[in-house]
């Protein structure tokens, strides 16, 4: 097996360069990896600058040799860039490492990533907040960033994940949550809809389907059995045109596996997805979440805390207008702006004539929304041709966008567009 590894790492394996505990640390952290190993760093910091570092690991060779490049890479570097060591800089140092020992680098460079926010925590502790340059959220060096500092009631844990999270988001200009009170009201249809106006407008867009209950994106769009790449522990999205789609659909071998996953697990899904997934720089990420007013879409308005707001969607018929009472209600108490209320399903028109006839009463999504005080951003007419480009994977709005129902999508992301100016 050996034969696999390269020169360097091999050296290591053997004679790892530091391997012991350092004595009064100035920053330090334990971290037990997805394969069961675990890695603790020691780093020592002068005047900003990382003078020494060790580490022990369970792990055997391949972890041992991944510490080792860690130490070496973090030593003489400030805080801020030993912060920044990646799994592709240990991996690259050690001239690569066959696929499956990877994840030690990942391991690696995630303790001394714990290990220098564990520095900051301490300087933060004694008084001397972190000086320009010290954060080791590699995104922005503002001191504004809530992602700098630990919480005072923050676990190291906590924290570093809170600081993934935002720095992923930090690269996202706009975030629009899509909800509605219940299930079956065109939610889906409406926020693909909404992504591909704001992609036709010339926005970069993300798509992200978090609705456990029927992530039917991949469906919408044509992307059904679409692999999902894996770039060095992140998430990679699909991409339709300019569009970015994630979907939990990509990840599920049956329809039916999401539905019985247990409460925590949707809950780390939802997570992970926020956190782990590549966009890039974004103008506006739409994100499709579950339906109702329950723990599911809470959890994702509580990990987008600062999203710009939702657009909630309802159906004529009165049972739906009042759940999305509920919805309004759930934003609000969540301090989630409400962008304002879809009726989908509007009117019917006809295949034959393009006549609109109300075989709901009509009218109720606008007359709630003005009682509630949000804004009523349209109706959307119930079109057997929504219902088949749906099935067909053919965004409606790309390929009939001159019809009753295409004017509608596109007259909704008129208040959205107005963020972004
Ligand atoms: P939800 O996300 O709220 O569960 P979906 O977006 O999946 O709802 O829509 C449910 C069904 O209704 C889908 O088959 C979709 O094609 C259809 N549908 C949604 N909006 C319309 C519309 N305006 N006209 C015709 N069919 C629609």
Redesign the pocket.
């Known amino acids: 097996m050996e034969e696999q590894f390269s020169r360097k790492a091999l050296e290591r394996f053997k004679d790892p360069r530091n391997y012991e505990e350092l004595e009064e640390p100035d920053g330090h952290a334990r971290i037990t990896g997805p394969c069961g190993d675990t890695m603790e760093f020691w780093i020592q910091v002068e005047e900003g600058i990382v003078t020494a570092a060790s580490f022990t690991t369970t792990g055997c060779g391949p972890s041992r040799a991944c510490g080792s490049m860690a130490t070496e890479l973090a030593e003489g570097k400030t805080v801020r860039e030993a912060g920044r060591i990646e799994q592709k800089d240990i991996l690259e140092a050690l001239d690569g490492m066959p696929e499956e020992h990877q994840h030690c680098a990942l391991l690696a460079s995630n303790t001394l990533k714990a290990a220098v926010a564990d520095f900051m925590a301490r300087q933060a502790a004694r008084g001397n907040p972190p000086q320009e340059g010290d954060s080791a959220c590699s995104s922005c060096d503002k001191d504004s960033c809530s992602a700098r500092n630990k919480g005072e009631n923050e676990s190291l844990e906590d924290f570093l994940e809170r600081q993934a999270l935002e720095a992923r988001l930090c690269h996202i200009g706009h975030k629009i949550l899509v909800l ?1 009170g219940k ?8 926020a693909v809809n909404i992504a591909v106006s704001l992609m036709m407008a010339g926005k970069r867009v993300g798509l992200l389907d978090v ?1 456990i209950h ?1 992530p ?1 994106i991949p469906k919408m769009l044509g992307l059904e059995g679409s692999a999902v790449e894996n770039n060095e522990g992140n998430i990679v999205p699909v991409e339709l045109g300019t569009l970015k789609v994630i979907s939990l659909g990509f990840f599920l071998r049956n329809e039916d596996d999401a539905v019985i996953w247990r409460g925590p697990m949707k809950m780390g899904v939802i997570k992970q997805f926020l956190k782990d997934v590549e966009w890039g720089d974004l103008d506006y990420l739409v994100v ?1 979440s579950p ?1 109702g007013t329950g723990d599911e879409p809470l959890s994702v308005c509580q990990l987008l805390p600062n999203a710009d707001g939702a657009v909630v ?1 309802t159906t004529p018929q009165d049972v739906s207008v009042s759940d999305v009472r509920k919805s309004i209600t759930f934003c609000r108490q969540l301090n989630m702006p409400v962008l304002g209320v879809v009726e ?2 509007s009117g019917f028109v006809c295949p034959h004539c393009g006549e609109i006839t109300e075989i709901f009463k009509t009218g109720g999504g606008a007359r709630m929304a003005n009682q509630m005080g949000v804004p009523f951003l349209g109706g ?5 041709g ?2 088949n480009a ?2 067909a994977g053919r965004p409606y709005t790309h390929h009939f966008p001159d019809t009753p ?1 295409g004017l509608a999508f596109k007259k909704i992301i008129d208040p959205i567009l107005a963020l972004d100016k």
């Open positions: 509605s299930g079956g009201v065109g939610k889906s249809t409406v609705d029927g039917s499709d339906p969607v989908n399903m959307i007419p119930l079109d057997p929504v219902a749906c099935d129902a």
